[in-house]
Each structure stands twice: as structure tokens, then as C-alpha cells.
């Protein structure tokens, strides 16, 4: 067995513990090891008078066995005050046990409205007020155990005890939903109904019962629901004389007594009665959600499908399609700022951790832009109009489901704007199951020049048969993707709250939100919106094959195929054909596809990306060569210091060029091209090429290149200047003309750990000396011999080279790409080499793996 169940270090508040049952919790506690606040008014069993001698006595007896307690003698009215004893003498308040309680017993007929009312305000109203002072306490220390104090009389009643009943189960009541509330920050709130004598009961119970039912047999469950291995909430207790039990609420099927096709009248509930009260078939509902469930169920016993007449389905006909279609809404505007282009970001998965994540959520950065999938909102409200006065439609707006969105734009989304939209139905399908709606929206400017297109295509569910046409040539309609595997997937796990957050931007469907509702939609959970998903996925293919450009968007469209749940893993797979970019969305917890049939079209441009995440490579960059000195400048010393992940994005012409990680944090350490290949950065930072250079060489103090905008630092500013070391000793490093040969010999360090074993099998070194203009212009080393092996600019740090060459940079830089033969370039005089020359040729393999990737 476990061994003894203690409350060292916990704060304990008892109220009316001056006598019986709270006495006893106290001296329970107290031995213990818990620190005790002993609170009674020390008034009479009918609330009159008041005393500090019933609390005094119980401290002054707990305090000559050793324990710590201090006395209260406020109102449970008082609750702050009682509450704020415990924090004056002991800083924190860990349990509350709301034991305090009076008697005013009368038939209903003579209470009256002190009787009534002074009752509440004891056990109701009192343990309200204790239990509220205490929460934010609980809270933000995610630890509290809360006890409310029911009896039998509030459970089933009791003659001449109604105020006491309903104040009784009141407390319940507010049990209930504590226990949800209270759920999220480790808050355990549980209700006993003991039987036990003491002062209230001495005059209703004989002497017998009241010495069978003694005060101590209560302590041990409270004691085990107190601690903080116990994980009950909201469970409701008898307990007595040593037996204690749970109770849960038990109720019938029930029956379907009434239908949507007819009018429901007392006489259906007479002949329905019992079933209704029949108790051979049961749940035990725990939630109010349950109870929705249990209504659905009864629905789907008796084959209803709907909660609403719908008295007009299967009614449409041509003259109504027509109707429809010539019915044409109002205009109407739509105004959005800044504000509304960041929520909308938020909303659709942007994050501070993206690495330029300040164009889309930061109104005062030079590229702030708005996303372009924005523009399903600026036309979204729009498209209710078309339904709305509509001569023409007749159906049921509880079967009503959206389908497929198409979104076009004629030019980026401005990221301040009021625009004009014109809603109009084009088109009214019959699919013999339901019928589809398209509804398009044609969204333009303020100088009247078209910004955007949007086709909602909406599905009335048993809507069809109305024997209308099954296609329209002004469909956008979905493309299946291909059949190979994706050429870049990016998975993105969606917030709890995104709904929550999404739902800002205008979708107020409580579907999204309320628990109620979704069940009554057939939803276990609030689910994410459809849009939501689309525009998440959107933003994954925009990072990918356009590299955030916004300017390169043109259209998305998709099928909507599956909920999504909040706090779910999105998985967008993607494959390029041409312009065109086709896309899956998956739940990766679940394997349901969320979205198909999608595509997004892009305008070519120079931003395209083979694969999520890479950047495009270009010319070669002075940074590159930096970085790659960087590399061998790094000390363990400094990794233990810096402790930390830098990601650099260099700009070159006002779009990223390159990126860079400079890792201070894993092993150690290390720098390489590309983001961080384990972990999140602690510090991005973007600048240019040139400002880069400037700054490593001392030429551009980093602060004046801060503030003069040059050098943009998000996460840990500080962490920064833990760089001054590295960059001394860049600064320290002779300056030279940026050479070709430089990044290519950084790609062959950073690809040496994945080289083949013929190239580790070498255990050699080679000194590089590579000429500009018939000048030695800079010396590399390959040192294959040393530990794993390294690539480092400088002559050897360990040894004597084995081969020394000779070559130009830009001979170099063919011999390693293929275009110059090694034996020509020897006997022309390009290739100098001493030493062992045989030993150039097993390089071969390393230079073809360099030659590909060039």
C-alpha cells in the first residue's frame, strides 16, 4: 500500500469549524502537517449571537500538539477577509471546505422571509463568497481542492426543511460547474452529504443514531478528496457512520413524442408517458452536452433528419430557378484597416515564429502586406444577400452547406480599402440528392476597377429533384491532383483556440464555438471553419512556390470534404504543374482529407521553389564566405556561452537572397545554409549582403544599423550582443576581394559529415592556394585526416599538407563544376601541384557531389 497521505506545506481553510464536524476536519488536517485557518462566528446553531471562544479553543488545542493554525472569527459573508487570514499568516491558500451551516427548520407555511433568507446567505450565499476570494489564488497556481457541504435534505427533500433544501442543493449546483471551470488549472471542486452529529442535529436525531453517526467518520473522505493525488471533480458523496457512496443522475431514453410534420399536443405526451418514465433502458448524463447527444439519438431512433418543417422542400420549380436567377441584391460595402488584415492573419495560422512573419503581422514594415485569401472576407457577408428577399428560393437554412470556394484577384488586396461588392446567383443545379448554389461576388474599388471574384458554391441538402439541369459552364470547378507522390508538403498544427480567433474576421456561425450547437449539428466539437483550413493551406503553398509573394497570387479553389478540429494537425500536400499549384489538405491525427480537388493558381515569377521551405539559389554572396569563416572560428567556449540559435535571412535587392543558421546551441555548435535543423531560433535577424558585411567587419556599428533600420531583430535582442566575439574575429580576418571559390568551398565543409566512405577513407590534407589576377588571393585547407574532417579557410591548423595546389578562382571553380578537366588544366599550367599528386584524384568523388548541386 501507498504510504500515509500528508498535507505538509498546504494551506487548509475550514469554515465553521468551531464545533463538530469542522472540528474535526481541523484536528484531522493539523496532524496532518497542514497549516489550518479556523473560522467560526461562534453564533448558535440558528445564526444568532457570536463568540471568538469556539475557534480559539480549537487553535489553542491544535497548536499544544505541535500543529500551526490561526483562528478567523469573520461572516462567511466576509469571504475576502476569511480568505485574506490565510494569506496574512501562511502566503497561499491551497483547500477551502465549506462546512459552515445553520438550522431555521419550519413547515412552508411559516418561513418566513428572515428564515428564508439568512439560510441562503449562511450556506449559499457564504460559501460563494469564501470559495470566490479564493479562485484567483487557486488559479494562478494551478493547485486548489474546493468542498462543498450538501445534505440527504437537499438531495430528496425533508419536511419543514425547504429554505434548507434549496440552499443545500444550490451549493451543488454551483459544485457543478466549478468543477468545469476549475478543470484547466488543476481545481478539483467536490460536494459531500454527510450524516453526522453535531449541534443542528441533536434535536432531530435519538442518542443512539447520533453516537452511531460520530463527526470523525466524515474527515477520512474529505481528507482523500483534499489531496493531491485524488483527481475526483464534481462527484457528489453520501457519507456516514463509516459508509460513504457516490451518486450520479440515472435517466430514461425517453421517447420522440413529437415530429416536425405535425403539431405536438398534451395527449401525445399522455400516450407516450411510459416510455417516457421507463427505466429499463438508461444513461447517466454528466454535462449538459449529454443531454443534447441523447435528444440527437432520440431524433435518429424516430428517422428525423431536421428539427425544422421544411414545407417547401421538394417544391422548387423552373419558374422559381428563374426567379431566382434574375433577382438581383443591392451592393454593398465593405471597409477594413490594418487591424482587420493582421486579425485575419492570426486567424489564418500567421506566426512569430514564421521568419517573415512582420510583412503580414506588423502595420509598419516596409512590405506589410494582406494576405491574399483576405479576400474571401471582404466578399463573405456579400454573399448572404443573394439569398436574402430572394423571390425565387424556397429551402431550409438548417440543411444548408457550403460546398466549394473559388477566389480570384485581379490585383494584391490593398491592406486599407473600402470596396464595393455585388452579390448575384448564377447558376441553380439540380444533383437529385440536394441543390447547388453559385453564388458569385464581384468585389471592386473605390475608382471602380475590379480587385477580386468569389463563387460560393452552396449545398441545400434535399433540395434536388426538381428536374433541373445538373451542370453549368459557370462552375470553377475542382481538378483532382496527380497521381505521384507530393513535390513539397508542409503540416501545420492548428491552435485550440483557432476557431475562437478565425471567427473575429466575421464568421460568427456558433457551430464554431459552442458546444451546444455543434452537437446539435452532429459535431462531438465546435469544428474549424472551411475557410479557415482554406486559408491556412493557402499560406502554405504562397511560402513555398512564391516565397510569400502576394503579387504572385491568382486564384485558389477547393472542396470542402471534412471538419477540421480546433488543436488538429493540417497536412497540405503539393504538387507544381506549370503555373499551377494542386493541393490536398490531410488531418494528420485522423487521416480524413479536409480539402480536395484544390489548386492554386500563380503568376510565374523569379520566387518559384522546388521545395517547401528552400530558398532559391543565386548568385553567389559575399555573406556566404563569411559565414563559412564563421564556421571554423566557433569554440566550445562560445557555444556554452552564446547557448543559443541564430537564423539569418540576407536580402539582396530588397528580397531574400539567402538564409543562414548559425546554431551556438546543439553540440558543438555549428553553421550552415538553410533554417535550423533542429529547434526554433532564438533570434532572427534580416539584413542585406553589403549591411552584413559592413557589420562583421566593424565597418557598421550594430546599433546605429538598428535604429537607422538597416538591421531587423526579432526574439531575444539581447542575444545579439553575444555575438561580438565571432564577429572580432571576422573583423580580424585580412579583407579580400569576394571570390567564387569562397561558397563553394563552405558547401564542400557542410557536405563533408554526408560524404561517402571513399572520400573519409582518404586521411589526407590539401593546402588550396588560389590566385586572383596572378596574386595569391586566399588559402583554403581540406583536412581529411584530422578527427571527421573539415574545410576551413587558412593554411592547416594540425600538420603539414600531404598536396599543396595551385589554381586560379575561377579555374577552381570550373574544375569543381566539371567544365575544366583536372589532367588538361595540369599539363596547361592551370593546376600546380606539390606533394602527392596521386592523391588529387580520389577527390573526384567529393567534386562530382559539389558539381551537381552547382
Known sequence: MAGQLRFDGRVVLITGAGNGIGRDYTLAFAERGASVVVNDLGGSFTGEGASSRPADLVVEEIKAKGGKAVANYDSVEDGAKVVQTALDHFGRIDVVINNAGILRDKSFARISDTDWDLIHRVHLRGSFMVTRAAWEHMKKQKFGRIIMTTSSSGIYGNFGQANYSAAKLGLLGLANTLRWEGKKYNIAVNTIAPQAGSRMTATVLPQEVLDMLNPSYIAPLVMYLCHESCQESGGLFEVGGGWMAKLRWQRTQGAMVGRPDKIMTPEDVRDHWAEVVDFSKTSNPRSGADTVKDIMAGMQRAGITSV???????????????????????????????????????????????????????????????????????????????????????????????????????????TKATLKNQAKIVDILDKGSGMLILVEVTTTDEQGDRVAYNQFSTFVVGAGGFNGKRVSDKAKNTVPAPKRAPDATVQQKTSIDQAALYRLSGDYNPLHLDPTFAAMGGFKKPILHGLCSFGIAARHVLKTYANNDVTRFKAIKVRFAKPVIPGQTLQTDMWKEGSRIHLQVKVVETGDIALNGAYVDLVEGAGSSPQAGQVSAGSALPSDA??????????????????????????????????????LKTGSGSVYKGTPKQGKPDTTITMSDNDFIALVSGKLNGQTAFFQGKLKITGNLMLMTKLEGLFKAQAQQPAGPSLLSDPVFTELGRRLPSAGAAIQKIKAIFLWNITKDKKQAAQWTIDLKTGSGSVYKGTPKQGKPDTTITISDQDFVDLVTGKLNGQTAFFQGKLKIAGNLMLMTKLDGLFKEQASKL
Open 626 to 663: 563569411v559565414f563559412g569563416q564563421m564556421a571554423q572560428q566557433l569554440t566550445p567556449d562560445l557555444v556554452k556561452k552564446v547557448n543559443a540559435i541564430f537564423l539569418w535571412n540576407i536580402m539582396k535587392d530588397k528580397k531574400q537572397a539567402a538564409q543562414w543558421t548559425v546554431d
Open 308 to 414: 425544422r418543417r421544411n414545407d417547401t422542400a421538394g417544391t422548387t420549380t423552373t419558374r422559381d430557378v428563374e426567379a431566382a436567377l434574375k433577382h438581383t441584391p443591392e451592393p454593398s460595402l465593405f471597409t477594413y484597416d490594418h487591424r482587420d488584415v493582421i486579425l485575419y492573419a492570426l486567424g489564418a495560422g500567421m506566426s512569430t515564429q514564421e521568419s517573415d512573419h512582420l510583412k503580414f503581422l506588423f502595420e509598419l514594415h516596409e512590405d506589410f502586406c494582406t494576405l491574399p485569401t483576405y479576400g474571401v472576407i471582404t466578399a463573405f457577408n456579400s454573399s448572404g444577400g443573394a439569398f436574402r428577399g430572394n423571390p425565387g428560393l424556397k429551402i431550409d437554412f438548417t440543411k444548408v452547406l457550403h460546398g466549394e470556394q473559388y477566389l480570384e484577384l485581379y490585383k494584391p488586396l490593398p
